[in-house]
């Protein structure tokens, strides 16, 4: 592996990759087995999840920990806990009664392949099964007073008044007219939310202090507005070979986006001061973590 130092885009894009690869060999070896009593939700769990995707949250945490020193199987096991959990919340977005989504990571909806009732139960399985590696982290050596840390950020960040939240504020504003401010609260909480939490999980498992867990926080809550924007302009500008999903989904859907409230430019440049934003606050940490700085223009170039 290579260790964090100082930032080059070649870098960041190695470390990257292997982390996706980290990530993806641990799922397939941690995840129950296809085989498994009851045999159709395990393969339906694992259809989702040994899909692929970029991996975007778990390697954020795993950055962030890795960048504070601290590594081992406790860390990856965190960052997969926050996979599956990005996992369950595509599931159900996808369904008919949410986003109601044919493509997902470049592949039918997994309540296409396997009926609605099960993707929901598949999405259940795996939105507990994520608390149950959370919470767990302490038998991969992660002090317990860490890990109870993180299961409660965990919790906060994807429930009620975090994803779940924003999912239902996004539901709501369907086929209306919405102002930037409650738009950025919607992506805020719905998109937001995940990765701002991923990042601040590893701060709390790399032993951050609490000033650099506050800019983490800070840090994450500015790069989940930043991959909001940049995904709404790629639902416009994108091909469904490239993103893996159905791109004009969400003006199909009469969803509120940067792109339909400050057209392409506005939204663009909406990306660029979020950008910005991530990459001074990065500048504040007490102990610097080079790739974070480099995320930011990363996310903000990306075209998947």
């Known amino acids: 592996m290579i260790a964090p130092g100082a930032f080059s885009p070649d870098r960041l894009e190695e470390r990257l990759r292997q982390c996706r690869s980290r990530v993806d060999a641990a ?6 087995a296809a085989g498994g009593v009851p045999a159709r939700l395990h393969e339906a769990m694992r259809y989702s ?31 997969c806990a926050i996979e599956l ?45 994520a ?26 960040a994807t429930g009620h008044v975090g994803m779940v939240a924003g999912q239902v504020l996004d539901i709501e504003a369907e086929n209306r007219d919405v102002g930037l401010d ?30 650099d867990v506050c800019v983490l926080s800070e840090y994450g809550r500015q790069i989940g507005m930043l991959f909001q924007i940049v995904d709404d302009i790629l639902d416009v500008e994108g091909a469904a070979a490239e993103l893996g999903k159905t791109p004009g989904s969400d003006e199909r859907r009469g969803k509120s986006t940067y792109p339909a409230l400050l057209g392409l430019a506005g939204a663009k440049q909406e990306a660029a001061r979020a950008r910005d934003a991530a990459m001074i606050t990065a500048k504040k940490l007490a102990r610097p973590v080079p790739e974070l700085s480099g995320l930011a223009e990363w996310l903000f170039t990306r075209h998947v």
Request: with cysteine; net charge negative; aromatic share 6%.
């Open 131 to 156: 608390f149950e590696w959370m919470s767990g982290l302490d038998e991969f050596g992660i002090p317990s007073e860490r890990t109870i840390a993180a299961v409660k950020r965990f919790a906060a």
């Open 182 to 211: 409650e738009l950025q609260q919607i992506h805020r909480l719905k998109t937001g939310a995940l990765l701002a939490v991923s990042i601040e999980i590893g701060g709390i498992l790399g032993g951050a202090g609490a000033d």
């Open 27 to 32: 799922l397939e070896r941690w995840l129950p």
């Open 49 to 79: 999840v040994c899909a692929g995707g970029k991996r975007i949250r778990p390697a954020l945490c795993l950055l962030t920990t890795e960048g504070y020193g601290v590594v081992g199987e406790g860390v990856l096991r965190a960052a």
């Open 85 to 129: 959990l990005h996992t369950y919340s595509l599931i159900h977005d996808d369904l008919p009664a949410m986003d109601d989504d044919d493509l997902r990571r470049g592949r039918p909806t997994n309540h296409k392949v396997f009926g609605e009732a099960l993707a929901i139960l598949a999405g259940d399985a795996l939105l507990t099964l």
